[in-house]
């Protein structure tokens, strides 16, 4: 392949977005067709260099916690697929003053340091991950 | 309807009481939510690693530059600098802009030592700055009433305010709204530059407060502002608006 062709091609696949459509509180179907899986989400959302989670929640078996967020240990009996997506995707659209980071958006940021520009957080794969991990939190399982 | 609406309004006036600024009385030094290891530490001018550099600092005061130039206390008393600290940065005439301390010190090499600008976090810039901030230790931060300086204090709320980088943090959102919680295991503090230049164990060494606003803007994956930029030194001068009337802790230490 020519390079040029393949920097376009570069350069498509870091700032396309897989769609998606909001219903109510929820995002219903997965970013990018498939399903995740609750191992690799575990360790995205306890990695404070990828996922971030652990520095604001406590629950997810991370250390160490930090306290600007809920307790996350038995989200999953709280939210379901679909509420814990739109949460990760773009909690901003709930809650306009939230800290919690827009995991999977890259417009609309100001001044972003240059190995992180037109990127989202998270990669949709990613995110369906950590759902898949988020689902697994509920009382009567083992973390 | 009705109940979804209501809940919106008040989600944003949420967003927006975490913009308020911290009232003087609940104004806190970063000191006050250290291990009490590390404020005896401190407190301590045996044991504060950041007095070496102080002493430096008195040593490069005194000092010719470079041979047959004046050293600056040749023009400064020592111990005249007491209160400077206290109210930098500070407008410039020639330059007609606001400088910091830092930058107040490479404009006297240049014009009064015809010496070269001291890099900045280099060992000797940070040892004069901390030098004669210590000079200022205990006084009140007292930014002066001087209307030059208001549209670039304005510029450093605004972007103080202003979410940044790619996770899109403000600094309001951790210091104003959030400080005493914990970031991972941090302690968010109030966000105050009256301990700087400071000794971090961290770091194995002394840091301007430039550097730790890197540190930050890194945090929330911004591009950093380069020192003594616009940007940098409004920055700085809204953090001083902020911080006063707590007392000049130079050298603080800090984890």
């Excluded at chain 2, 105050?192 to 301007?208: C, D, I």
Aim: glycine share 10%; hydrophobic share 40%.
């Amino acid at each position: 392949m020519r390079p040029h062709l393949l920097a376009i091609l570069v350069a498509l696949g870091q700032t396309a977005l897989a769609p998606y459509r909001i219903e109510g509180d929820a995002i219903p179907l997965p970013l990018g067709g498939a399903a995740g899986d609750p191992a690799r989400g575990r360790a995205i959302a306890r990695d404070p260099r990828k996922g971030l989670c652990t520095l604001c929640h406590a629950g997810l078996g991370g250390a160490p916690e930090g306290d600007l967020g809920p307790d996350l240990a038995q989200v999953g009996a709280r939210l379901d697929a679909g509420q814990l997506r739109l949460r990760l995707v773009d909690g901003r659209a709930l809650n306009p003053g939230t800290l919690m980071p827009s995991y999977y958006r890259a417009e609309g940021a100001e001044r972003v340091g240059a190995a992180w520009a037109d990127r989202p957080i998270l990669e949709a794969d990613e995110i369906e991950d950590v759902i898949a991990f988020l689902l697994t939190l509920r009382p009567e399982a083992p973390r | 309807m009705r109940g979804p609406a209501l809940s919106g309004v008040f989600l944003l006036l949420a967003g927006l009481a975490a913009a308020q600024e911290i009232p003087f009385p609940e104004r806190r030094s970063g000191r006050d939510q250290m291990a009490p290891e590390t404020r005896a530490m401190q407190a301590d001018d045996e044991a504060n690693p950041g007095m070496l550099w102080v002493l430096d600092g008195a040593d490069l005061f005194a000092r010719a530059p470079t041979p047959g130039a004046p050293a600056c206390a040749a023009c400064h008393e020592a111990g005249a600098l007491r209160g400077v600290a206290a109210r930098y940065p500070a407008w410039d005439e020639a330059e007609a802009r606001p400088v910091d301390l830092e930058g107040r010190i490479n404009l006297c090499r240049t014009r009064h030592q015809g010496a070269a600008p001291l890099p900045r976090e280099g060992r000797d810039l940070l040892a004069l700055t901390a030098y004669i901030a210590n000079q200022s230790r205990g006084l009140p931060i007292a930014p002066p009433a001087d209307s030059r300086l208001d549209p670039a204090r304005a510029t450093g709320r605004a972007l103080f305010e202003r979410p940044l980088g790619q996770l899109r943090f403000s600094c309001a959102g951790c210091h104003d709204a959030h400080w005493g919680r914990h970031l991972g295991a941090a302690p968010i503090p109030q966000g105050h530059p009256n301990g700087y230049p400071l000794y971090r164990l961290e770091w194995q060494g002394l840091g301007s407060l430039q550097r730790r606003l890197r540190n930050c803007l890194a945090g929330m994956r911004a591009e950093p502002f380069a020192p003594d930029s616009p940007e940098a030194t409004a920055l700085a001068l809204y953090l001083m608006q902020r911080a006063a009337p707590l007392p000049v802790e130079t050298p603080a230490v800090r984890p």
